[in-house]
């Protein structure tokens, strides 16, 4: 069973940063493509980025592009999620995701496992 761990939430200001952490069980860490999905109250839940499995390749949605980084480190069993300039459009529950598709995608029903979520609020 491949268990996902995000850490890393808070509360911080507007133009703040945050980084987030998806703990990923062993062994498995290297076989899947990441992604980064959030939901916002009362809102569906929406792609944030992807990182192949080898971090050779990322992709990200366009609110958050230039402002956040994904990255891995497959020795530590971990993806981050680093959040710059952060806005108050940007609280959200974050939620890392693993998807065995080849090609990195955004589509939800591509990742077949899920961490629970940490919170990260911005205020104004």
């Known amino acids: 069973q491949v268990q996902l761990v995000e850490s890393g939430g808070g509360l911080v200001q507007a133009g703040g940063s945050l980084r987030l952490s998806c703990q990923v069980s062993?062994?498995?860490?290297?076989?899947?493509?990441m992604g980064w999905f959030r939901q916002a109250p009362g809102k569906e839940r929406q792609f944030v980025g992807a990182?192949?499995?080898?971090?050779?390749?990322?992709y990200y949605s366009d609110s958050v592009k230039g402002r956040f980084t994904i990255s891995r480190d497959n020795a530590k069993n971990t993806v981050s999620l680093q959040m710059n300039s952060l806005k108050p459009e940007d609280t959200a529950i974050y939620y890392c995701?693993?998807?065995?598709?080849?090609?990195?995608?955004?589509?939800?029903?591509?990742?077949?496992?899920w961490g629970q979520g940490t919170q990260v609020t911005v205020s104004s």
């Open positions: 062993r062994h498995y860490v290297n076989i899947f493509a």
């Open positions: 990182i192949s499995w080898n971090g050779d390749n990322t």
């Open positions: 995701a693993a998807s065995p598709a080849l090609t990195l995608t955004s589509t939800e029903a591509s990742y077949d496992y």
